[in-house]
């Protein structure tokens, strides 16, 4: 007997997929053929039902209606930091000591240092978990987990509230199985929203992609559980009243049911080949997969829904996906076709690396920060990769008649022709660019597509005192805030006294990554009074290779001592201190540590550029 109850268990839980998604009708008259064995309801019956619906409803509205207010929250925050920084970098325009902003307000110090920029647990964050040579990925940190526990929390309380668990099995089974249903399809709003490219609330509320995409992730298990919980609980309430063969009958004879089947089980496996190991060890597999399952399910959820209610909700997510599509698409028309398109000069560098020179058919007004997608049709042509872009041409828009440099302002809001990035020799995409480069001895002219650009939207300007960590190809992000803060400070429009650059490298042959774009920035008008870099080499091979070329421009060999270094910009802070890092995990972790470990004492900004798969 036991074995048989385990074995009707699982044919239960199976057969739970087949009736699928019945969202808010599974019980009711919209069932289709699943409810052509239902005995007519009575007018209190009736009553009920429609009750519940309504209640349904209201609760997925309500939800809808929570997740808004947290966004106002957080917009009204962002303004208030742009706010502060905005007068800060006025007030500091023309004071050389800037010693009203070195102290921090307590309560907010406490608040970044506990809460805003805390890991989980400890310290780690950035660096990932493996096993053998798979990624496990990362922890999120404790503000992001708070904000996801609240959010399952809510979703969980929305789900068991009001449920009639203590009356008749057919009508707690119908209710608890339209109300998982309801908030699955609602859930699918955000969760469509926050994984787009052109998401708006990056830039409305300064948050990165990459934490969009953790919460997109955590948004596709809840509305997965819920898919699997509200089949599985109608599967249920058909077996209590007519038998396995009302189910077998319904399978067959149902699209309601077929349909739910289906996207209940893309849904499934969506989440399945989304996690961590399949998804950073077949990344473009992974993609490609991913997004024909998206289509899938949501073609397969309209013939669930139609005609109820919660179609309204998919239609939403619909158009949100519809929309954030046509904007990639016109965004790339729009940058790559005519005069010529876009054409890609490739060279090879040093250290497993090639840069890629990019002369934009329709360039835009380059930020620091920005960072494209290029495809490359004839190395990869349903490949697209993030890419910070290194470098625009603006280093050369002077004005040479006169003998003077641009301001920054004349600077930035030049569209630059060509656009440069640094690749660093990965798998897949990069390793077949780099072994195409290779047998061009060398250099390779290609045509080529750039999306974006994206990103840009961090503001250094207003930090007297700003502290640059690099490690490996993390540079490309990095050169080009210093190259707009060194102008800046030559300009006089930028808070900026003292800024430090922090690269970490493996073997001097690296530093021909950049060479061009340094020499530029060496070069630049008062470039000594305000920029020092450090070169950290972990791999020389030999003593001779260390050579530090002038007072602001060192080499050390070993890691760098990131604790030590915060604390000596600390102890010599002009203003408030801002702390970039891009790079290894390991190396965001100790920079994010030390910058915590200072919060009551130093008015410190930390802020990590990073993107996970």
């Known amino acids: 007997m036991p074995s048989f109850i385990n074995r009707q268990l699982v044919f239960a839980i199976l057969i739970g997929l087949a009736v699928g998604q019945q969202a808010a009708g599974g019980g009711s008259s919209h069932g289709g053929g699943a409810q052509s064995h ?4 009575s007018p209190d019956q009736m009553a009920a039902e429609a009750k519940a619906e309504a209640q349904n409803r209201r609760y997925g509205n309500d939800l809808l209606i929570i997740l808004t207010a947290v966004v106002v929250a957080l917009g009204l925050y962002r303004v208030a930091v742009c706010s502060v920084r905005y007068i800060r970098a006025l007030a500091c325009l023309n004071n050389s000591t800037q010693r009203y902003f070195q102290s921090p307000p307590p309560t907010f110090a406490w608040t970044k240092q506990h809460l805003l920029y805390a890991p989980l647990f400890r310290s780690r964050h950035s660096q990932e978990f493996r096993m053998y040579s798979m990624n496990l990925g990362i922890l999120p940190t404790r503000f992001q987990s708070i904000f996801l526990a609240g959010v399952v929390a809510m979703n969980i309380s929305y789900c068991v509230y009001g449920i009639p668990w203590h009356g008749a099995q057919q009508e707690m089974l119908g209710h608890f ?27 409305a509320l300064n948050i990165s992609f990459d934490t969009f995409n953790l919460v997109h992730r955590s948004f596709g298990r809840i509305v997965m559980v819920e898919a699997v919980v509200h089949s599985i609980a109608h599967v249920m309430k058909m077996v209590d009243r007519a038998g396995w063969e009302a189910v077998s009958k319904a399978i067959k004879d149902s699209q309601m049911i077929t349909t739910g089947f289906i996207g209940t089980v893309a849904m499934v496996l969506i989440v399945f080949q989304a996690n961590s190991v399949l998804r950073k060890a077949f990344y473009e597999v992974f993609l490609h997969v991913h997004i024909a399952l998206v289509i899938l399910c949501i073609v397969a959820l309209r013939k669930h829904l139609h005609g109820l209610p919660e179609h309204k909700y998919l239609t939403v997510v619909i158009a949100i996906w519809a929309f954030e599509r046509s904007i990639r698409v016109c965004t790339l028309v729009y940058r790559n076709c005519g005069r010529g398109g876009t054409k890609a000069v490739i060279e090879e560098l040093p250290g497993d690396a090639v840069r890629v020179n990019l002369k934009m058919a329709r360039p835009w007004r380059f930020q620091p920060g920005q960072h494209v997608f290029l495809t490359i049709p004839s190395i990869g042509l349903w490949t697209s990769h993030p890419f910070s872009v290194a470098w625009s041409n603006e280093d050369d828009q002077l004005d040479s008649e006169k003998g003077m440099s641009l301001d920054r302002q004349d600077v930035l809001a030049t569209a630059g022709t060509t656009m440069s990035l640094v690749v660093r020799r990965r798998a897949g995409f990069t390793d077949a660019l780099h072994a195409q480069v290779a047998k061009s001895e060398g250099c390779l002219t290609v045509n080529a597509y750039v999306e974006g650009p994206y990103g840009g939207h961090q503001n250094l300007n207003s930090y007297g005192t700003v502290l640059f960590f690099a490690g490996g190809v993390g540079i490309t992000h990095q050169v080009p805030f ?37 020499t530029s920035i060496l070069a630049m008008d008062k470039r000594r009074d305000v920029l020092r870099i450090q070169l950290f080499i972990t791999r020389p091979r030999s003593t001779k290779e260390i050579h530090s070329p002038s007072a602001t421009v060192q ?28 790079g290894t995990g390991s190396l965001s972790d100790d920079v994010r540590d030390a910058v915590r470990r200072r919060q009551g004492w130093r008015n410190i900004d930390f802020f990590e550029e990073s993107y996970s798969w």
């Open 555 to 582: 080499m050390f060999p070993g890691k760098p001592r990131v604790d030590t270094l915060v604390q000596m910009e600390c102890e010599n802070q002009i203003g408030a201190m801002g702390v970039s890092v891009c």
């Open 482 to 518: 210093v190259r707009d803060l060194v102008a800046g400070f030559a300009n006089g429009v930028v808070a900026a006294r003292r800024v430090l650059l922090v690269w970490v490298i493996q073997s001097p042959e690296h530093l021909e990554w950049i060479r061009p774009f340094m």
């Open 177 to 203: 199985g339209n109300r998982t249903g309801v908030l699955s399809v609602v859930n699918m709003i955000p969760l469509v929203l926050l994984a787009g490219r052109n998401n708006p609330l990056i830039v």
């Open 38 to 41: 239902s005995p007519p309801l």
